[in-house]
């Protein structure tokens, strides 16, 4: 195996320390992994500005790539070239998202920042249904929104389009 | 040269801190629990904002992005007058989000196109955030607007009274001049404050709000009175002109209200200002 591709394995193991179902790579938030002689070099996409998890994060990372064989020095960047946006959730982040009890963002593609907004439909990650309505397009961190089920009577969160 | 595209940088974090300050005094105090998560989360993004800002900017003048944030005298802040007033009723609190929020748009918008790709793409991603400010301030800016009659002319009033200083976020910020001949900003604070007034009264059109905007002061053509019921401006009206206009703010020149909030917010950064967390 390559260390590149240990480091990425590596990288499956780090979570969201908000959303511990799904690792960093799932979540689309790795954009490069650098190895050159030994230095590895990370480049992570911050989901959200503001996110207080980003700095624990980093230092997860740093730890996670440290220790991989064959790496002697770890250095992680940050970078909004690109943003992130919600289309960089791969399919298996999102069934771990729902399966976690967060409906996944509903974006396929890069979304337009005029078009950013609330989904017509959010499904509820519980049962499925489409009969949900919207409480609080702000929830208990700045990346979610808050939904009410009138199909199983639960409330739910949705990880927003950014 | 560096010093001054520091120092814009640095004015545009500390409106983002100081309305995101003003946003999180909400915590626990909203009137009702969604709007304590949702203007607790806009703080956090604000703050956010301010800190991606401030860290971009202390590479340049080589202090850290908390000695920015909280390690400056009152007159060295550079925001504008209005992101300091205090909250006052629900009526101000959503009338400054939804104009403060509506400039910032068109603040990044040109921002995204700065010749400084760091400037540039910090602006593009920090866009996509606002825009649920935007469409939260929208919400509850239409919803007071279509509700009661009292309420309306609340919203009125506070619409009026904030925007009698919203001048100042189009306050052009020092050597600007010389931030435009490099590229650096995009359009010139004056032109975008025009590019403001005129979608903001567009937006107030399409509301069914009559406040008249007039450069320098603002009318209300309905008033309410102390009833609530809303009053014809042939037979009474509000002009509201206060000295200042908001302006001052970018030259560090503020009001006794941001001397209050900056001893608050700083109050626990000089206990122990090289303190870790």
């Not at chain 1, 050159?36 to 624990?56: Q, S």
């Not at chain 1, 940050?78 to 791969?90: E, G, L, N």
């Not at chain 2, 007071?144 to 619409?159: F, M, Q």
Request: charged share 25%.
């Amino acid at each position: 195996m390559t260390t590149e591709r240990a480091i990425w394995d590596a990288l499956e193991k780090v979570k969201d320390p908000e959303i511990p179902a799904v690792s960093v790579v799932e979540m689309g938030m790795i954009k490069e992994v650098d190895v050159r002689g030994g230095r590895a070099r990370v480049v992570i996409l911050p989901t959200f500005t503001g996110c207080p998890a980003i700095a624990v994060i980093e230092q997860d990372v740093r730890e996670a790539v440290g220790s991989v064989t064959g790496v002697e020095g770890a250095e992680v960047e940050m970078s909004y070239d690109p943003p992130w946006t919600a289309d960089r959730i791969t399919p298996k982040g999102r069934r771990e998202l729902k399966a976690f009890g967060l409906a996944p963002p509903t974006g396929n593609g890069p979304v337009l920042v005029t078009s950013i907004g609330l989904p017509k439909t959010a499904l509820c990650p519980f049962c499925g249904s489409s009969d949900t309505r919207n409480e609080n397009p702000f929830g208990p961190t700045p990346c979610r929104a808050l939904y009410y089920c009138s199909s199983c009577r639960n409330p739910f969160e949705q990880f927003k389009d950014v | 040269m560096s010093d001054i595209l520091a120092a814009i940088l640095i004015a545009l974090a500390d409106d983002e801190l100081i309305i995101g300050h003003r946003h999180s005094e909400w915590t626990g105090f909203a009137p009702h629990m969604e709007e304590d998560v949702a203007f607790s989360s806009i703080a956090q993004d604000e703050i956010g904002h301010a800190s991606a800002y401030y860290s971009l900017a202390s590479t340049m003048v080589g202090q850290t992005p908390d000695q920015l944030a909280f390690g400056r005298e009152p007159g060295e802040y550079h925001n504008a007058v209005l992101c300091e007033r205090p909250n006052g009723d629900w009526a101000y609190t959503l009338a400054r989000h939804w104009l403060y929020d509506n400039a910032d748009a068109l603040r990044l918008e040109a921002l995204e196109r700065s010749s400084r790709p760091e400037l540039a793409l910090l602006a593009a991603k920090i866009r996509r955030e606002e825009r649920w400010h935007s469409l939260h301030a929208e919400l509850w800016v239409k919803r007071v607007a279509e509700g009661s009659v009292e309420g309306r002319g609340k919203l009125l009033h506070a619409l009026a009274e904030a925007f009698a200083e919203v001048r100042g976020l189009f306050e052009p910020f020092d050597n600007e001049e010389r931030a435009i001949a490099q590229g650096w900003l995009t359009v010139p604070s004056p032109v975008l404050g025009a590019r403001f007034v005129e979608t903001t009264t567009a937006a107030l059109d399409d509301l069914g709000l009559p406040v008249e905007i007039e450069p320098g002061a603002i009318t209300t053509e309905l008033i309410a009175s102390s009833s609530g019921d809303l009053i014809a401006t042939d037979e009474e009206s509000a002009s509201i002109t206060p000295a200042g206009g908001g302006l001052g703010g970018r030259y560090g020149r503020h009001s006794d209200d941001f001397k209050a909030l900056w001893a608050a917010m700083t109050a626990t950064y000089k206990i122990e200002p090289e303190a870790t967390w």
